[in-house]
């Protein structure tokens, strides 16, 4: 699926605070009351959903984990899962 590109402004008031426009809410599946997360790379930034970030993150560290512990696929999950409630 091809990701939207669209660019949006906001005007930043006098304590920093800015308004995220709704097509950006929208695009990043965040709604009142949820967190965002900003990621600044030099003069650029990155506004993400941040419990979508923390999931990435978790992945990223997790990387080759499973492979370390033996499991190869998904029967070896199942068997150890089964081994583990008896």
Known sequence: MAEAVFVNDARVM????????KNVRAALGVETGDRVTFIVDGSNVRVVNSAVYV??????QMKGEAEKAGFLNEDDVAEWITNSRR
Not at 14 to 21: A, D, E, L
Not at 55 to 60: E, K, P, V, W
């Open 55 to 60: 999931l990435m993150c978790l992945q990223n």
């Open 14 to 21: 006098s304590k920093g605070q800015v308004t995220i426009p």
